[in-house]
């Protein structure tokens, strides 16, 4: 799979985002309009936008795409907002060349420390698998936190250690 990167969205992103994230039959509706909401204000707003993307495109349509940014009032630490890749192309590297963009670019701007928020949802148990291949360590369990045994899991990585 030849993929090609970019990190502007393009003004079609918005529907092709919303598209992605509801065929991988994960996210809830509202879940997915708050990452389509993210892409316009990168697109409105530019690099004034606080969220980064960065974009996989194969044969002139959206693989995946990954949008981070660093965390106010914090000194070098990033989160990760999204990460997600097209069912037909998961298990090709797209996810994992994406993350590893994505955290090239944050200690370019001056990162120390990527975090990522996940649901403890059975659902979400690949995405877990994935961040803990890339050197993430689960750091916290805010119980409770999106639903009722739905539970916030912290990841965190120091991404100036490699």
């Keep these: ?56 495109d194969s044969e002139n349509q959206l693989a995946g795409f990954v949008c981070y940014g660093e965390i106010a009032v914090t000194v070098g630490s990033y989160d990760l907002y999204w990460i997600a890749v097209r069912n037909d192309c998961r298990e090709r590297g797209v996810g994992k060349e994406l993350l ?4 090239k670019d944050a ?24 961040y803990q291949k890339a050197g993430y360590a689960e750091t916290c369990i805010v119980r409770d936190f999106y639903d009722a045994g739905d539970h916030k899991v912290i990841f965190s990585k120091d991404l100036l250690k490699g």
């Design 1 to 56: 799979m030849e993929l090609q990167f970019r990190s502007e969205p393009l003004e079609e992103d918005i529907q092709t985002v919303h598209q992605l994230l509801s065929g991988n039959g994960i996210f809830r509706p509202r879940e997915i309009l708050v990452a389509v909401e993210l892409v316009q204000d990168r697109i409105t707003k530019g690099p004034g936008s606080e969220y980064r993307f960065i974009f996989a």
């Design 100 to 103: 590893l963009r994505a955290e």
């Design 107 to 130: 200690v370019s701007s001056g990162a120390r420390a990527m975090f990522i928020e996940t649901s403890s949802r059975i659902d979400y148990a690949p995405a877990k698998h994935f």
